[in-house]
């Protein structure tokens, strides 16, 4: 779906393993977001190993997003 291209592209964008992210959209986004059965929640976590959190917020328009990286994975390979 839309959204869910949106958000992994952000995620490529980012040269880091992203471990969590925050999408806060209208609410009458949110359910698009999640997916049908939380599908785009399930494929970013099986897929990416990313938790998708999803926030709803009046202010932002429809079809609009506010993507944000919480946590990445460090990087302990540095031995």
């Known amino acids: 779906?839309?959204?869910?291209?949106?958000?992994v592209e952000k995620i490529k964008q980012l040269n880091t393993k992203v471990k969590e992210v925050v999408v806060t959209v209208n609410p009458i986004d949110v359910n698009n977001v999640i997916g049908q059965k939380r599908a785009n929640i399930n494929n970013l976590k099986n897929l990416y190993d990313v938790e998708l959190?999803?926030?709803?917020?009046?202010?932002?328009?429809q079809g609009?997003?506010?993507?944000?990286?919480?946590k990445i994975y460090e990087d302990f390979s540095e031995n």
């Open 1 to 7: 779906g839309m959204w869910y291209d949106v958000i």
């Open 64 to 70: 609009k997003s506010k993507i944000e990286i919480t």
């Open 53 to 61: 959190i999803v926030k709803a917020d009046e202010k932002i328009k």
